[in-house]
């Protein structure tokens, strides 16, 4: 069975300070990843996700994230945040064998302070 | 092109009574998946639907069904409501069933009193 630890739920930053929001997953089979994020009172955006091929991939507003089989992580970096970026995210993996249903962790809240 | 679309966005409930939630999903997309999004937690699955036949069905009791209808909007019903239940239900849609990307809505918020 899939399972996502978002190993912390607050970080708090300063604007224009870099970020790195950190998850790891644990499945038997290879999987899918992806981060979300969820601004107050709204849906689920995707942000980026990682399919096959490099392991560094780039998603919408600057964030990225590395995906590191060995340490099965997949952890969230952005080196410049904004105060617009204060929203809640939240990593999420898939595989073929739970036929590609979304498991979540259960968020990180990333508070950017003036 | 429209995205996702959920409606009631917003509806009280009292302990017994019965909501039917109602998602359309973004154009040519084939399946549908429902998640229950609890105060300060991820989202949980709660079902899948792919050309109208359920693939996937989470840890939730009878009291939730759901289905896909020909033009592939969907509905969740919740019978017996608990005060529990209260949530952001959170539709989903995607093209196939190949990665797991999926497309949100931008829920229904259900309060149970």
């Known amino acids: 069975a899939q399972s996502v630890t978002q190993l912390d739920s607050q970080v708090p930053v300063f604007e224009e300070a870099p970020v790195e929001l950190r998850c790891n997953y644990s499945?038997?089979?290879?999987?899918?990843l992806f981060w979300y994020v969820q601004y107050p009172n709204q849906g689920l955006q995707l942000l980026l996700k990682?399919?096959?091929?490099?392991?560094l991939v780039k998603g919408i507003n600057g964030f990225e994230a590395e995906f590191n089989k060995s340490q099965t992580s997949f952890h969230l970096r952005k080196p410049s945040v904004h105060i617009s970026d204060t929203a809640e995210y939240f990593c999420?993996?898939?595989?073929?064998?739970?036929?590609?249903?979304?498991?979540f962790g259960k968020g990180t809240l990333l508070t950017v302070n003036p | 092109d429209a995205g996702v679309t959920q409606s009631p966005t917003h509806l009280i409930k009292t302990r017994g009574q019965q909501v039917t939630l109602r998602c359309s999903p973004i154009?040519?997309?084939?399946?549908v998946s429902w998640y229950q999004q609890v105060l300060g937690q991820g989202p949980q699955f709660i079902f899948q639907?792919?050309?109208?036949?359920?693939?996937g069905r989470g840890n939730f009791p009878d009291r939730f069904s759901a289905r896909q209808f020909p033009n592939y909007s969907s509905e969740l019903n919740v019978n017996a409501l608990l005060l529990g239940d209260s949530a952001l239900y959170l539709c989903?849609?995607?093209?196939?069933?190949?990665?797991?990307?999926?497309?949100f809505g931008e829920g229904s918020r259900l309060t149970v009193l």
């Open positions: 999420a993996v898939s595989d073929r064998g739970s036929n590609y249903k979304l498991t």
């Open positions: 990682y399919l096959s091929g490099s392991t």
């Open positions: 639907y792919y050309e109208k036949e359920e693939r």
């Open positions: 499945s038997s089979v290879s999987v899918y």
């Open positions: 989903a849609s995607s093209f196939e069933l190949s990665t797991g990307e999926l497309f």
């Open positions: 154009s040519g997309h084939k399946s």
